[in-house]
């Protein structure tokens, strides 16, 4: 057989994409192995490292396993077809191997999604930000909207929520909210959020009749590790205040809300959620090593800079990566050029259908990466 050089280009490619899931079916039954081994099942934390390994890589190796399957029955189809004189059984056995064909076009572009690189975030937990942006008290009344589109996106995917930092402001709105997010994949399933969203719409308190345009940012931080990043005493000052509700007035006559300043990098880290100062202590701490992390994984500080403005932009009503234009009731994602007219459902919660959407642009794009 002679080939030109695309078609031995994805030969080889494809070959390539064999052997290294040949390995990783390997790994797998090895794995499978170990978690059954006395030894191992005694040894709590071993089992449960192994239990972890092995899960990361089964969605591929059970894909791999049913690829081999179809593979197989081809070539025996393709074998039997070649002695077959009944012209009727060849027809059987052609269309059998035609079949095989097909499935194992779809089987082999899943495969090439489950190898490409997984982002190593992906199944933390994370921290969400959103803050009002361009158009004063609007900005904060929108803001507050999307922080109830998260609590009820995460309420149906079993997510669960714990508040870090809440400023409102007096008409109900928010100038800022943090809060974490904890469950399997949040990062993964949130980190599309990151970004100015765009609102147009006519406020409540517009007697002209007249659309708006406002802003607010969302920032989506993976939850850092404990020993990922260290902390030290002499690079932070901790400062104890009274917690303040709407307008900034005192809700609590003792001192448990924290502020966290980190004097290497200028991040300043509030809490005021909790009634117990140590409990605001550990949330604001979480939050910043969160930050931390997001920070040391940037090479410098300018390098740092521009990655937070590329997750949460400047907050100008210029920037946005979604628009919620409330009189034609449309959602329009700029990324990926999607635009949805589901907005009253979208802004309770129904995400999923363009979150999926961006995920599905990633690892197009990715695989446009791998060609």
């Known amino acids: 057989m002679i080939f030109g050089f695309a078609d031995k280009g994805i030969f080889m490619a494809k070959a390539n994409m ?7 079916y390997a790994r797998y039954g090895e794995l499978s192995e170990k978690m059954s081994d006395p030894a191992v099942i005694a040894d709590t934390a071993e089992w449960t490292k192994i239990a ?4 990361e890589i089964s969605e591929t190796a059970l894909k791999y396993e049913e690829y081999a399957e179809v593979e197989r029955q081809k070539q025996q189809a393709e074998e039997v077809v070649k002695d077959e004189c009944d012209l009727e059984m060849k027809e059987l056995l052609y269309a059998e191997i035609e079949d095989c064909k097909t499935k194992l076009e779809t089987l082999e572009e899943e495969l090439k999604i489950l190898l490409l690189p997984k982002d190593k ?8 930000e959103i803050r009002g942006g361009a158009g004063g008290e609007e900005a904060a009344l929108f803001a507050y909207e999307l922080y109830r589109m998260y609590i009820n996106y995460c309420e149906r995917h079993r997510l669960k929520i714990e508040l870090v930092d809440i400023n409102e402001t007096e008409l109900g709105g928010l100038k800022e909210v943090v809060f974490n997010v904890n469950g399997k994949d949040a990062y993964k399933q949130l980190k599309f959020e990151s970004g100015v969203h ?16 406002s802003t607010a940012t969302v920032a989506v931080l993976p939850e850092a590790e404990d020993v990922e990043v260290e902390i030290k005493e002499e690079d932070i000052r901790v400062d104890v ?3 303040s509700g709407a307008g900034g007035q005192k809700v609590n006559k003792t001192e448990t809300a924290i502020r966290i300043t980190h004097f290497p990098t ?3 880290v509030t809490c005021q959620d909790e009634r117990s100062q140590l409990k605001n202590k550990d949330k604001a701490f979480k939050v910043l090593r969160s930050r931390l992390y997001d920070f040391y994984n940037s090479q410098n500080r300018s390098a740092y800079d521009e990655h937070r403005k590329s997750l949460v932009g400047t907050g100008d009503r210029s920037e946005r990566i979604r628009t919620y234009n409330f009189p034609q009731g449309r959602v329009t994602d700029h990324r990926i050029g999607l635009s949805q007219y ?4 979208f802004i309770m919660g129904d995400i999923e259908s363009m979150t999926e959407a961006l995920a599905v642009a990633e690892r197009e794009a990715q695989l446009a990466g791998e060609e």
């Open 198 to 213: 765009r609102v147009q719409r006519v406020p409540e308190t517009e007697s002209q009749g007249r659309v708006h345009t």
């Open 241 to 243: 205040y009274r917690s």
């Open 342 to 345: 589901n907005l009253t459902e």
């Open 52 to 55: 972890k390994a092995q899960s």
């Open 18 to 24: 064999i052997l290294k899931l040949k390995d990783i």
């Open 121 to 128: 975030n992906d199944d933390r937990n994370c921290i969400v």
């Open 266 to 268: 200028g991040i300043v």
